[in-house]
């Protein structure tokens, strides 16, 4: 079982030369207000100086569809990440502008099957996260566990929220005990638990990647 592994909120040299030594599957510039925001330009830059096998997943929060499109139809960005609110209507729109592969977060509470049946069947790809009000991806929080349990996914789906080298394999082993979900777990998504003080640290990136490689699943 090959579990993929995504180093979000790339932004300075030094994070691709982090990323193409230690190769994760894939990596991701946030595109939404955020401290690791990057523009198109600083992206553009950044994408040529990664690894070709790399993807890159641009993170965006209710942004323009013709926006996010253009930037992976120029190819600065290989594949779509939602975190914000975009609905059925966006989706379809979306769709209809870019072929790129489609990841939507799905901010974990008691009625996310709703929001997962009604966006499910227009993405390629969930992205589990914590839910924290008004705030959209990067809370830090850990999936409430419980929320888990009677989850139903017909997608392949990232676990993220929260996610450190200290805890993401007893993360992926809870995950995997859920008969319900483990055939559809894709891989793991981390951003804040690979810095130090607010910045890519390449040591936590190795350990991070490490670990999880090295879990006999």
């Known amino acids: 079982m090959h579990l993929h592994i995504k180093i979000c909120g790339l932004r300075r040299l030094a994070d691709t030369e982090a990323v193409n030594r230690y190769r994760p599957d894939y ?9 690791r925001q990057v523009d198109r330009e600083t992206a553009r830059d950044l994408k040529a100086r990664l690894a070709a096998e790399i993807p890159v997943l641009g993170v965006f929060v209710n942004s323009p569809p013709d926006q996010v499109a253009a930037l992976a139809n120029e190819g600065i960005i290989d594949g779509i990440q ?23 977060a799905i901010r974990l509470r008691a009625d996310s099957a709703a929001e997962l049946a009604r966006c499910g069947r227009y993405v390629d790809y969930i992205v589990l996260d914590a839910f924290q009000p008004g705030v959209y991806g990067g809370t830090g929080r850990k999936i409430d566990k419980d929320l888990l349990q009677g989850l139903r996914l017909d997608k392949p789906f990232l676990l993220a929220g929260g996610l450190t080298a200290d805890n993401v394999a007893e993360s992926i082993r809870g995950v ?14 981390v951003s804040g638990g690979v810095e130090t003080d607010g910045y890519k640290d390449e040591e936590k990136i190795r350990k991070f990647i ?3 490689r090295g879990l006999k699943l």
């Open 27 to 35: 990596t991701g510039f946030v595109f939404a207000k955020s401290s």
């Open 82 to 104: 939602l975190h914000g609110d975009e609905d059925e209507q966006y989706l379809q729109a979306l769709r209809q502008l870019t072929r790129a592969p489609l990841f939507k």
């Open 176 to 189: 995997l005990a859920l008969p319900h979900l483990r055939d559809y777990l894709y891989g793991v998504d």
């Open 210 to 212: 490490e670990t999880v």
